[in-house]
C-alpha cells in the first residue's frame, strides 16, 4: 500500500491569498488525485493529475481557482488561489495504484479562511 | 447516473450489535465498490472491497453483500465495538477510469 503525506496539515489563511498544498507519494503512482470534502460531508473530486500533462477538471472546479501541478510520478501540488471564506474546507490528496485498485489517502489539509 | 446513494446519515448502535449501512447506484459501468472508513482529522481509509462477480464478501466483522439486478450493496459490521465509531463512505468506479464516485457518509457510533 502507499503512504501518502500531505503539507500543511491545516492552516488558517486571509481572504484573498493563495495556499499551496503539497502531496508526496512514496512510490510511483499514475493518477494523482485531488478532493475537497466540506466539514461533515463527502468527497467531491477536484480533479486529476496525470504526470505531465494538464490536470482535468470537474464540472464546477476550474484551473484559475485551483491549479494543479505535477512534475513527477510521486509528487503534486494543488494552489487553492485568491481565497474566500467558502473556500473553507478539508483538502485531500489521493493517489491510485492501477485502475480497479485501493485509492489512498493523505490525512488531509484542514484550510480555513478567515 | 454518477451518483451513488447512501443511507442511513447517521446510525448509533449497542456494542456487540450490527451495523447496516446501504448504497445504491445507478451507473451500469460501475464495477469496483469499495468502502472506506474515515476517523476525525485522517483521510479515509480503505476498509473492504467488492466486483459484481461475487454476491457477498467477507474480512473479519466486516461485510459486503452485492446485489447487482437492485443495483445495491451494503455494509455489514458485525459485532460493532466503540472503535468503530466514525464514518463511512461508499464508493463505485468502474474499469476504465480512475475516478471515484463517494456515497454521501454515514456516522457511525457505538455505545459502549
Known amino acids: 500500500s502507499a503512504v501518502i503525506s500531505q503539507k500543511p496539515s491545516r492552516d488558517i489563511c486571509q481572504r484573498g491569498t493563495s495556499l499551496t498544498i503539497q502531496c508526496q507519494v512514496d512510490s510511483q503512482v499514475t493518477m494523482m488525485f485531488w478532493y475537497r470534502q466540506q466539514p461533515g460531508q463527502s468527497l467531491t473530486l477536484i480533479a486529476t493529475?496525470?504526470?505531465?500533462?494538464?490536470?482535468?477538471?470537474e464540472s464546477g472546479f476550474v484551473i484559475d481557482k485551483f491549479p494543479i501541478s505535477r512534475p513527477n510520478l510521486t509528487f503534486s501540488t494543488l494552489t487553492v488561489s485568491n481565497m474566500s471564506p467558502e473556500d473553507s474546507s478539508i483538502y485531500l490528496c489521493?493517489?491510485?495504484?492501477?485502475?480497479?485498485?485501493?485509492?489512498?489517502f493523505g490525512q488531509g489539509t484542514r484550510l480555513t479562511v478567515v | 447516473q454518477q451518483q451513488v446513494k447512501q443511507s442511513p446519515q447517521s446510525l448509533i448502535v449497542q456494542k456487540g450489535g450490527i451495523s447496516i449501512i446501504n448504497c445504491a447506484y445507478e451507473?451500469?459501468?460501475?464495477?469496483?465498490f469499495p468502502w472506506y472508513q474515515q476517523f476525525p482529522g485522517k483521510g479515509p481509509a480503505l476498509l473492504i472491497a467488492i466486483r459484481p462477480d461475487v454476491s457477498e464478501k467477507k474480512e473479519g466483522r466486516f461485510t459486503i453483500s452485492f446485489n447487482k439486478s437492485a443495483k445495491q450493496f451494503s455494509l455489514h459490521i458485525m459485532d460493532s465495538q466503540p472503535g468503530d465509531s466514525a464514518t463511512y463512505f461508499c464508493?463505485?468506479?468502474?474499469?476504465?477510469?480512475?475516478?471515484?464516485?463517494f456515497g454521501t457518509g454515514t456516522r457511525l457510533k457505538v455505545l459502549a
Open positions: 493529475a496525470n504526470q505531465g500533462s494538464e490536470a482535468t477538471y
Open positions: 489521493s493517489a491510485d495504484g492501477g485502475i480497479g485498485t485501493e485509492a489512498f
Open positions: 464508493a463505485a468506479s468502474s474499469t476504465g477510469t480512475y475516478k471515484y464516485i
Open positions: 451507473n451500469t459501468a460501475f464495477d469496483y
